[in-house]
């Protein structure tokens, strides 16, 4: 992986994902926790392809054109969000539900990011867009 992708990562690892009422972070160690009864489920946005900053108006749109796909695709899906533990950054997107990890990452390959976040059962991970690599986490819940 580049430098420039390690530094992704780490900036996915060390942010707060907040979905439907519940807000976790990544650990590196088991927690026993469970998001959303077991059910698999991904967090995906349209903003900022490939983490370039675009103007808010065009990351709007973006986030519409995936909601259009997720309603014209029938799939069940709520808002959620990723951000920065300081603040200085958030990007709002969508979990959905029942989508398979080939599903999910393809998803996210459609609208451009570097990886999403995908869970299962105990489980997260980051699956990386491109590369097809998958980094498994734990859910740990975090103040809402």
């Known amino acids: 992986m580049s430098e420039t992708l390690e530094n992704y ?28 009864g077991g059910r698999p489920f991904v967090l995906v946005t349209a903003y900022n392809p490939r983490s370039v900053a675009l103007p808010d108006e065009e990351n709007r749109q973006r986030n519409a054109a995936l909601e259009e796909e997720l309603q014209s695709r029938g799939l069940e899906y709520g808002p959620s969000s990723g951000a920065s533990r300081d603040g200085s950054w958030e990007e709002p997107g969508f979990v959905v539900f029942d989508l398979t990890a080939d599903e999910a990452r393809a998803l996210g390959r459609r609208y451009e990011q570097h990886a999403v976040v995908w869970g299962e059962g105990e489980r997260v991970a980051l699956l990386w867009c491109e590369d097809g690599r998958t980094e498994t986490f734990y859910p740990r819940l975090e103040a809402a």
Do not use: I, Q
Not at 16 to 36: M, Q
């Open 9 to 36: 990562a780490d900036v996915y690892a060390d942010a707060v994902y907040r979905a439907v009422g519940v807000a976790f972070a990544l650990s590196p160690t088991p927690t026993g926790e469970r998001l959303f």
